[in-house]
């Protein structure tokens, strides 16, 4: 006989969507204290862009977003040449300035939209205008609408395709303009202005060199690069891009990269499997996230050989509750910070109204201050996306 749920009796009366609703009723009374502390130092802060800071190793200008391959570091069989590769192991002598402020930014933005979703005062709304204008409007500030020098390595790259992932924290800034924009306070052409920056990058993506390499990834590169288009592409309501998108999933990313397990070889055989399953799990999440709709949902989607965003997270939930069971090598690097509260759980939670991933997420560290887990975690303030 069929298991009788709570759920299974909801979608009988045609309430299944009141359990979701109770998963972000969850989240809501978790985050609510969390969310307005974090909006107090943000009303506080005053605009960091990439202008504030520079490294004589770019080849860039001023506006140009900067930052080094996190796992190249000096040869020393010839300490003046080109940078080796040591994968999984982060060089802590690298300029990351850039990259900081940039999560800084999106920290502002996605605590003050938060705040403001919350409580609808639109003072969050008037100060996530003044770092907007700096990042995106203002010509002495901005920050030019490409990733041309991001992840260089010295003696051999000015900038790489990899580097396109550092925008990923992005994303919440864009997702923050949405939840935000339609609010009196916010200025037309603030939004005008940030809108056409956004749809001048996702132009960037889709033509340049780079920005083609990293559409063409096989592993976790490619699933973040539909992640932030996706993302970008929502703000500017960019119909035939998050049409493409949607296809982009279904086809290739979802087939190529999971097993019929619900795994990820391609991460699995890196030297840190287990946090980089953790970010391609919740990338493939928000990419659910983000592009689903009524005639297109894919939370529902599986391919012919049963593989599907459901399968991903059930197989690597275990492995997160319960840390011990994994079967892997423990990872070179921060082994020990990882797992935190993952999006995948609570975006996965809250759509397939499973109170076990719930109860799992709200036990990990909802506020990671690791830098390195910061840098693989761009969904940081989820009640924006639910």
Not at 33 to 40: D, F, K, P, V, W
Not at 96 to 117: C, D, E, N, P
Request: with cysteine.
């Amino acid at each position: 006989m069929k298991k009788i749920t709570i759920t299974f009796i909801l979608s009988l009366f045609g309430l299944a969507t009141f359990a979701q609703e109770a998963i972000k009723k969850q989240a809501v009374a978790i985050l609510k204290n969390q969310i307005l502390t974090e909006a107090a130092w943000a009303m506080k802060q005053a605009p960091i862009t990439v202008t504030a800071e520079s490294s004589p190793l770019s080849t860039g200008g001023k506006h140009d977003f900067f930052s080094q391959g996190d796992y190249f570091w000096p040869n020393p069989a010839n300490p003046t040449g080109p940078y080796i590769n040591r994968d999984g192991q982060s060089n802590p002598n690298n300029f990351v300035a850039h990259r900081k402020a940039m999560i800084r930014f999106s920290t502002i933005i996605g605590a003050l939209a938060s705040a403001y979703q919350l409580t609808g005062d639109e003072k969050y709304v008037k100060r996530s205008l003044v770092h907007i204008r700096a990042w995106f409007v203002d010509a002495e500030t901005l920050m030019n609408p490409d990733l041309s020098f991001a992840q260089a390595v010295i003696g051999s790259a000015t900038g790489r395709s990899w580097g396109i992932i550092d925008t990923i924290h992005l994303m919440e800034v864009a997702q923050g303009i949405i939840v935000m924009q339609k609010a009196k306070s916010f200025d037309s052409s603030i939004l005008l202005a940030t809108k056409k920056w956004f749809s001048d990058y996702i132009l960037w993506l889709n033509t340049s060199k780079n920005g083609v390499a990293e559409k063409l990834a096989k592993n976790n590169h490619s699933t973040c690069w539909v992640m932030q288009v996706a993302s970008f592409a929502k703000l500017c309501d960019d119909q035939p891009m998050l049409d493409s998108l949607r296809w982009r999933y279904k086809n290739v990313l979802l087939p190529r990269q999971m097993a019929v397990d619900g795994s990820f070889p391609l991460e699995l055989v890196r030297t840190k499997p287990y946090g980089y399953s953790i970010f391609n799990l919740d990338a493939m999440t928000m990419i659910c996230q983000i592009l689903s709709v009524k005639n297109d949902n894919l939370w529902d989607f599986e391919t012919a050989d049963g593989k599907s965003i459901k399968k991903g997270i059930t197989y690597l939930h275990p492995f997160i509750a319960d840390k011990s069971k994994w079967t892997l090598k423990p990872d070179v690097m921060f082994w020990e910070n990882w797992p935190v509260a993952q999006p995948f759980l609570l975006f996965g939670a809250n759509t397939f109204k499973h109170q076990n991933w719930f109860d799992t997420w709200k036990e990990l560290e909802l506020k990671p201050t690791n830098e390195e887990v910061i840098r693989n975690l761009p969904i940081r303030h989820g009640l924006i996306w639910m």
